[in-house]
Structures are given as structure tokens and as C-alpha cells.
């Protein structure tokens, strides 16, 4: 396991402070009297429940996107992968066949196979 050139050290370096100080203040506040639920009341619950609904709908309409947008790319390079496979059809279609220029012709369709290839 090499840590050289990942992100996680300088990842870690953030998250694990703020995560300590979130357990911290989770066991001070469920050890006072009454517990978190006097602490956190309706209003406070609403917005989180506001703020996870307009998260997670940003997450999902992004990610969509994201697949739409690989789907398109996908198609569009099959369409570039047709269109180059009937004009190598073409360019074999249309050499000349005569006996006199067969070794012209077939230096040519040799070297045009491996420029499309």
C-alpha cells in the first residue's frame, strides 16, 4: 500500500478533526439532561430534512445528466465507427482490379487496412 501521490492523507487531514469533534459534541449533548431530542427541535429537523431532500435531488438530477450525456458519447463514437468502416468499403470497392496494377493496388489496400486499423 503506497500513500504517495493519493488523496487520502490530505482527505484524512481534514475529515478525522471533524469527526472527532462531531462524536465529542454527540456524547455531551445525549449526556446532558433530557438527551438530543430537547436540543434538536421541529424546526431544526425541518431544515435538515429540507437540506437532505435538496441534496439528494441534486445528486440524482446531476448523476442522469452525467449518464445521458456517456450515452450520447457512446452512440456518437459508433456513428464516427460506422462512417470510417464504409469509407475504408469504398476506397476497397472502387481499386482497380486490372492484372497490370495488382501490386499497386494491393500495396495500397494493405496500407489503407493499417491506417484504419
Same mark, same amino acid.
Given at each position: 500500500? !503506497? $500513500? ?17 469533534? *462531531? $462524536? +465529542?459534541?454527540? /456524547? ?8 438530543? #431530542? !430537547? ?6 429537523? +425541518?431544515?435538515?430534512?429540507?437540506? *437532505? ?8 438530477? =446531476? !448523476?442522469?445528466?452525467?449518464?445521458? =450525456?456517456?450515452?450520447?458519447? +457512446? ?5 464516427? &465507427?460506422? #462512417? ?9 470497392? /472502387? *481499386? ?5 496494377? =495488382?501490386? &499497386?493496388?494491393?500495396? /495500397?489496400?494493405? =496500407? $489503407?487496412? &493499417?491506417?484504419?486499423?
Amino acid at each position: 500500500l !503506497t $500513500l504517495k501521490g493519493s488523496v487520502f492523507p490530505k482527505a484524512l487531514m481534514f475529515s478525522v478533526p471533524c469527526a472527532v469533534s *462531531t $462524536l +465529542a459534541l454527540k /456524547f455531551f449533548f445525549s449526556s446532558q439532561v433530557g438527551g438530543a #431530542e !430537547t436540543i434538536a427541535g421541529d424546526s431544526e429537523m +425541518a431544515v435538515l430534512g429540507g437540506f *437532505t431532500f435538496v441534496l439528494g435531488f441534486l445528486v440524482v438530477f =446531476r !448523476t442522469q445528466q452525467a449518464y445521458s =450525456r456517456w450515452w450520447e458519447g +457512446a452512440s456518437l463514437l459508433q456513428q464516427l &465507427r460506422g #462512417e470510417w468502416f464504409n469509407a475504408f468499403s469504398c476506397c476497397i470497392a /472502387f *481499386t482497380d482490379n486490372s492484372e497490370s496494377e =495488382r501490386p &499497386r493496388v494491393k500495396d /495500397f489496400e494493405q =496500407r $489503407l487496412v &493499417r491506417l484504419i486499423s
